[in-house]
């Protein structure tokens, strides 16, 4: 199977993983601050093209950091805003940016792989067809939440891995973007 193959159009939706996918991962540290938050070399200047293949792009991020109490909901709000700035520089855009706090012991509902942030982003796009949406992230976390939820899998990293959760591989966010057929 390829990208060609799913006939993505506007009423498809995505959802984006953040950390290793849109920014630079911190090894063994989290983004806590605007000032650590770096885009992904090529994500910017094509980010563009997301929001003209799919209806909704939503962010959906794991942020225990805010569990462990080393930034507050304030800091990563913060970052999220700022970051919607600089796409905005782009004319680009996310359409929500939805995040669990919860330690990964707590297995609360919304932390990835549960589905409960898919879930929240259908309350508040109704329009969003989990059979029409794709997950593209940088675990097997993310990989598992597209699976549960019934969206297609795109996983990012410099190798593949072979899991039943993954249905498509590439290097970097801006690769999958490259492969993306025209927007219709």
Same mark, same amino acid.
């Given at each position: 199977m390829i990208l060609n193959d799913l006939r993505i159009d506007k009423t498809w939706s995505l959802f984006l993983d953040r950390d290793g996918v849109i920014n630079k991962k911190l090894d063994n540290d989290y983004v806590k601050h605007w000032i650590e938050f770096e885009f992904i070399e090529g994500v910017l200047p094509k980010f563009q093209i997301l929001n003209q293949c799919f209806n909704r792009v939503v962010v959906v991020t794991?942020?225990? &950091? +805010? &569990?462990? &109490? !080393?930034?507050?909901? $304030?800091? !990563? $709000? !913060? +970052?999220h805003k700022n970051m919607q700035y600089e796409l905005a520089y782009f004319k680009a855009k996310v359409d929500k940016v939805y995040f669990s706090p919860y330690l990964a012991t707590d297995n609360h509902p919304t932390r990835k792989p549960g589905i409960g942030m898919a879930l929240q982003a259908k309350k508040d796009f109704p329009e969003i067809e989990f059979s029409k949406s794709i997950i593209v992230g940088d675990s097997l976390s993310d990989m598992a939440f597209g699976r549960k939820a019934g969206m297609y899998t795109v996983y990012i990293a410099p190798s593949p891995i072979s899991s039943a959760d993954v249905d498509f591989h590439f290097n970097t966010l801006s690769a999958f973007i490259e492969a993306l057929p025209p927007a219709t």
């Amino acid at each position: 199977m390829i990208l060609n193959d799913l006939r993505i159009d506007k009423t498809w939706s995505l959802f984006l993983d953040r950390d290793g996918v849109i920014n630079k991962k911190l090894d063994n540290d989290y983004v806590k601050h605007w000032i650590e938050f770096e885009f992904i070399e090529g994500v910017l200047p094509k980010f563009q093209i997301l929001n003209q293949c799919f209806n909704r792009v939503v962010v959906v991020t794991n942020q225990q &950091g +805010i &569990g462990k &109490g !080393l930034y507050r909901t $304030e800091d !990563l $709000e !913060l +970052i999220h805003k700022n970051m919607q700035y600089e796409l905005a520089y782009f004319k680009a855009k996310v359409d929500k940016v939805y995040f669990s706090p919860y330690l990964a012991t707590d297995n609360h509902p919304t932390r990835k792989p549960g589905i409960g942030m898919a879930l929240q982003a259908k309350k508040d796009f109704p329009e969003i067809e989990f059979s029409k949406s794709i997950i593209v992230g940088d675990s097997l976390s993310d990989m598992a939440f597209g699976r549960k939820a019934g969206m297609y899998t795109v996983y990012i990293a410099p190798s593949p891995i072979s899991s039943a959760d993954v249905d498509f591989h590439f290097n970097t966010l801006s690769a999958f973007i490259e492969a993306l057929p025209p927007a219709t």
